[in-house]
């Protein structure tokens, strides 16, 4: 999803959406250590890098954004 929202979002904004979820992979390396936060990281690069279809846009950003308000805006 995080991913998703990075291909989603306007080019000027990518690397702010790439820092959040750096911010959510050092969270989760908090919590449940650094093979976590690797597969999270792979995961953001292989989202951003896959072909997906770009209709679903809103979904992800909704479901990012509900990530960020849940683990990163505490």
Known sequence: MAGQVVECSAEADKQDQISRAMELANQIAIHFGLKAAFTFAG????????????????????????????????
């Open 43 to 74: 995961a953001l690069g292989y989202g951003s890098g896959h072909p997906f279809d770009k209709a679903a846009c809103s979904q992800a950003i909704d479901g990012w954004k509900q990530i960020q308000a849940k683990y990163l805006n505490k």
